[in-house]
């Protein structure tokens, strides 16, 4: 196993644009995490799964973000009509139920311009 | 969100010296976790600790579960080039979500 994989690692779009990222967990993991990191900050969190059941989602998540993970493996994270206050590090991470400790991918660094 | 006080900010050491760093929080957490980011790649975790007053090693890492649950800290033992990056401590409670001090930034000078 690879750990958590995360495409794309750049991307830059222009203000107004949708984007769409995607996570890959570690298989065995039911639990996967979305946080966002902008510069000198730690990471904030966004949202999370377990299996394919979005359980928790933060109010940092605007009505612009949505994220699925349909079949309860790799997740997508959306996000409509950027804006630049969108610019930072998405990251995902997964884990076990029961078992604390993310294990975080290489996050996708996003810019808006 | 809720990000945790963690200090000092930033440190400058000599290669071999022993470093310090905490993490404070308001809120009561179950779960104490230490990573380490180097830049452009996400956070790896260094250490997880579960019980207040609990003391945990990894290699030269040791860190520790505050009694009062709020608060943790790490000490890394005669530092090394390697050792370089950002420092995060995450707090949390089981099955939640964790969350992350603002970082201590440790840079070594061999």
């Known amino acids: 196993d690879t750990g958590v994989s995360q495409d794309p690692r750049h991307k830059i779009t222009k203000r107004g644009q949708n984007v769409t990222f995607r996570c890959d967990p570690i298989?065995?993991?039911?639990?996967l995490y979305w946080y966002r990191q902008t510069l000198g900050q730690g990471p904030e969190f966004l949202t999370y799964?377990?299996?394919?059941?979005?359980?928790?989602k933060s109010r940092l998540l605007s009505d612009r973000f949505s994220a699925e993970r349909p079949k309860g493996s790799f997740s997508t994270l959306e996000i409509q009509r950027t804006e630049q206050g969108d610019s930072a590090m998405y990251l995902c991470a997964s884990s076990l139920v029961g078992r604390n400790g993310y294990t975080f991918g290489s996050g996708t660094r996003l810019t808006v311009v | 969100g809720q990000q945790l006080n963690q200090s000092p900010q930033s440190m400058f050491i000599q290669e071999g010296e022993d470093v310090s760093m905490n993490c404070t929080s308001s809120s009561i957490f179950n779960t104490w976790l230490w990573y380490k980011q180097d830049p452009g790649e996400g956070p790896v975790l260094l250490i997880a600790?579960?019980?207040?007053?609990e003391l945990t090693s990894n290699g030269r890492l040791t860190a520790q579960f505050g009694i009062t649950r709020k608060d943790s800290f790490l000490n890394i033992s005669a530092s090394i080039p390697s050792d370089v990056g950002i420092y995060f401590c995450?707090?949390?409670?089981?099955?939640?979500?964790?969350?992350f001090g603002t970082g201590t930034s440790l840079t070594v000078i061999p």
């Open positions: 298989s065995e993991h039911n639990r």
């Open positions: 799964f377990q299996n394919e059941a979005q359980l928790e």
């Open positions: 995450a707090g949390g409670n089981t099955g939640n979500q964790f969350y």
């Open positions: 600790l579960y019980k207040a007053g």
